[in-house]
T-cell receptor, first 117, second 114 residues
Framework: GAGVSQSPRYKVAKRGQDVALRCDPISGHVSLFWYQQALGQGPEFLTYFQNEAQLDKSGLPSDRFFAERPEGSVSTLKIQRTQQEDSAVYLC???????????????FGPGTRLTVL | AQSVTQLGSHVSVSEGALVLLRCNYSSSVPPYLFWYVQYPNQGLQLLLKYTSAATLVKGINGFEAEFKKSETSFHLTKPSAHMSDAAEYFCAVSDSGGYQKVTFGTGTKLQVIP
């Protein structure tokens, strides 16, 4: 596809359930980011991959959150034993180096809206 | 640590009027600055970015922003609002080193009144 895709678009989980959120980045994009966007807030950084390597996971709120990108393409964000405070939109972004501006442009997917009951 | 502050969580303008969305940044190193737009149930789309090449940055859909170091500001403007501009706008900052870990503001919802 032409853009970043995420699935599912909506997920309802009961408190305590495990969930897995998928991100398909733009083909060839080396960098992949996960963000959490709570209602009425801006996105907050969770974690970053360069190819299959997870170089920064400083934003993951607890050890219940785990992300992987085993083949350097598709990524999965897993949340174990979900809590109500995990309810948010989870955004994935991928980027490609821009040699001219020396900065990456992040392209965002539509997000997965997680509701924990 | 870097951060951005967006003044005004909601802004209303009449169709055809000037759009001004305010953003102030804090960064210990020369920053990269971004404006993103988010339409309902969609992901964020980049409007424009500042990377130190020019202080006045032109983006898509007629938007532009001016980097003012003395004021630590990066306000977003558009001369004439269209109904289709109604959305939420996020200012964001990243430092100039390494990968682009982006810190977002809390967003400003723009309402365009016909």
């Amino acid at each position: 596809g032409a853009g970043v895709s995420q699935s599912p678009r909506y997920k309802v989980a009961k408190r305590g359930q495990d969930v897995a959120l998928r991100c398909d980045p733009i083909s060839g994009h080396v960098s992949l980011f996960w963000y959490q966007q709570a209602l009425g807030q801006g996105p907050e950084f969770l974690t970053y991959f360069q190819n299959e390597a997870q170089l920064d996971k400083s934003g993951l709120p607890s050890d219940r959150f785990f992300a992987e990108r085993p083949e350097g393409s598709v990524s999965t964000l897993k949340i174990q034993r979900t809590q109500q405070e995990d309810s948010a939109v989870y955004l994935c972004a991928s980027s490609h180096p821009d040699i001219q501006s020396l900065t990456d442009t992040q392209y965002f997917g539509p997000g997965t809206r997680l509701t924990v009951l | 640590a870097q951060s951005v502050t967006q003044l005004g969580s909601h802004v209303s303008v009449s169709e055809g009027a000037l759009v001004l969305l305010r953003c102030n940044y804090s960064s210990s190193v020369p920053p990269y600055l971004f404006w993103y737009v988010q339409y309902p149930n969609q992901g964020l789309q980049l409007l424009l970015k500042y990377t130190s090449a020019a202080t006045l940055v032109k983006g898509i859909n007629g938007f532009e922003a001016e980097f003012k170091k003395s004021e630590t500001s990066f306000h977003l403007t558009k001369p004439s609002a269209h109904m289709s501009d109604a959305a939420e706008y996020f200012c964001a900052v990243s430092d100039s080193g390494g990968y682009q870990k982006v810190t977002f503001g809390t967003g400003t919802k723009l309402q365009v009144i016909p």
